[in-house]
């Protein structure tokens, strides 16, 4: 299995108040993803990191920020946390963009009330 | 953007043959991906797709046809431990990956 620490696992907040997800890696793999999973939707990407302090915007990322100091860390912040935000968060890795598969995380169940 | 449907859910008997199909509609195509996901677990990767035909691996097999914006995943040998949710992934020329909303496969004894 690829070596991705997601944490906190699980975690239950309050309306307005900041969160912050760590993604941790020990592959030295260059390519770092954020998707929420939620029902019908499928995985859909928020941000993603093409190396250290490279980020860029995915699909959905009102309301999300991320920052990549190190390579192994990659860090997913609701500066505001809304209940729509409630969700099923995955952190990704890849070494190349390539033909190289993404592998996931274990997750993080984040439900804010 | 990109458009990927496949059925919500499959049900099939251990020892069968079940196909998941996955249209899609994009921008720009750069490879298709199949993951398999267990409730309450990460996806994991099964196959990868970026020129028409078949590629097997072991017991799954999956196709593409990219003049019909087409894939399937073939599960032969149906086993209890593959009930689980199969996503379908197009990937773009920038190099990022939309899932479909997955299809659930029960397998039943």
């Known amino acids: 299995d690829a070596g991705i620490t997601q944490s906190p696992r699980h975690k239950v907040t309050e309306t307005g108040t900041p969160v912050t997800l760590r993604c941790h890696q020990t592959?030295?793999?260059?390519?770092m993803y954020w998707y929420r999973q939620d029902p019908g939707h499928g995985l859909r990407l928020i941000h993603y990191?093409?190396?250290?302090?490279?980020?860029d915007k995915g699909e959905v990322s009102d309301g999300y920020s991320v920052s990549r100091s190190k390579t192994e860390d990659f860090l997913l912040t609701l500066e505001s946390a809304t209940s729509s935000q409630t969700s099923v968060y995955f952190c990704?890795?890849?070494?190349?963009?390539?033909?190289?598969?993404?592998?996931f995380g274990d997750g993080t169940r984040l439900s804010i009330l | 953007g990109q458009n990927i449907d496949q059925p919500t859910e499959m049900t099939a008997t251990e020892g069968a043959i079940v196909q998941i199909n996955c249209t899609y509609q994009?921008?720009?195509?750069?490879?298709l991906f199949w993951y398999q996901q267990h409730a309450g677990e990460a996806p994991t990767f099964l196959s990868y797709?970026?020129?028409?035909g078949l590629e097997e691996k072991g017991r799954f097999s999956s196709f593409l046809s990219r003049s019909k914006g087409y894939s399937y995943l073939l599960l032969k040998e149906l086993q209890m431990k593959d009930s689980a949710s199969y996503l379908c992934?197009?990937?773009?020329?920038?190099?990022?990956?939309?899932f479909g909303a997955g299809t659930t496969v029960t397998v039943r004894a």
């Open positions: 990704a890795i890849s070494e190349s963009p390539g033909n190289q598969p993404q592998h």
């Open positions: 797709n970026v020129l028409d």
């Open positions: 992934a197009v990937r773009d020329y920038d190099y990022k990956l939309s």
């Open positions: 990191s093409y190396g250290v302090k490279d980020t």
């Open positions: 994009t921008s720009g195509f750069n490879g």
């Open positions: 592959e030295n793999h260059r390519y």
